[in-house]
């Protein structure tokens, strides 16, 4: 089966840094992706692993372990924009380069 | 200029009709998919057209019927709409082996069925 996990809902402070974990279970893996989608917008892409280790694009980061089967997505200096739903998404190993999304973690950023 | 654009934005319609949704894509892009976001925001795929064609039909329901007319447009048919087709519906784009993947999405059409 093909099930990919994210906490529902996180709050944190203007300035501070989140994480946000997933979790995937895939019949196949060929890249993870970040989306980011505020209220009532598409989602926009944020970043993409699939070697594991760390990447790094301004004050967004993300970190991939295939052995673990795990990923998370590091905000660091949160703004108030920074509220929004992040997608965790898997693409999966066939060739019709579908992406399979867990159901987003919503971020409050409080002041 | 807006890189993938749907159309409508809002669709609120009478359960039984029949609609449709056009998307078109202006990023060069060979593939475009149809995603269903629902109420607890959920994104699932639901189709896939590479240059015009089929490649992902995930399990819709036949009152769902795709029609790429170019690789750069795939519309969205609905037939006998139902209550639980109420949804956000977004399309996307990419090319397979370039930008990793990425997908790009269009705004979205938010399908209201009373």
């Known amino acids: 089966g093909q099930n990919i996990d994210q906490p529902t809902e996180m709050t944190a402070t203007e300035g501070a840094i989140v994480q946000i974990n997933c979790t995937y279970q895939?019949?196949?893996?060929?890249?993870l992706f970040w989306y980011q989608q505020h209220a009532g917008e598409a989602p926009t892409f944020l970043s993409y692993?699939?070697?594991?280790g760390l990447e790094e694009k301004g004050r967004f980061s993300s970190f991939l372990s295939r052995s673990k089967g795990y990923s998370y997505l590091l905000l660091k200096e949160l703004q108030m924009k920074d509220s929004a739903s992040y997608l965790c998404a898997v693409r999966d190993l066939d060739s019709s380069y579908k992406l399979i999304f867990g159901s987003g973690t919503r971020l409050l950023v409080r002041p | 200029d807006t890189a993938v654009s749907q159309t409508p934005k809002y669709l609120v319609t009478q359960m039984g009709n029949d609609k449709s949704i056009k998307c078109e894509q202006n990023?060069?892009?060979?593939?475009m998919y149809w995603y269903k976001q629902d109420s607890k925001k959920f994104l699932k795929i639901m189709f896939s057209?590479?240059?015009?064609?089929?490649?992902i039909n995930e399990t819709v329901p036949n009152r769902f019927s795709p029609k790429s007319p170019d690789k750069a447009h795939l519309n969205l048919h609905i037939n006998s709409l139902e209550l639980g087709d109420s949804a956000v519906y977004f399309c996307a784009s990419a090319t397979p082996g370039q930008e990793f993947e990425t997908q790009y999405f269009g705004p979205g059409t938010r399908l209201l069925v009373l």
């Open positions: 057209y590479n240059n015009k064609e089929l490649i």
């Open positions: 990023l060069g892009h060979d593939t």
């Open positions: 692993n699939v070697l594991d």
């Open positions: 895939t019949s196949g893996f060929n890249g």
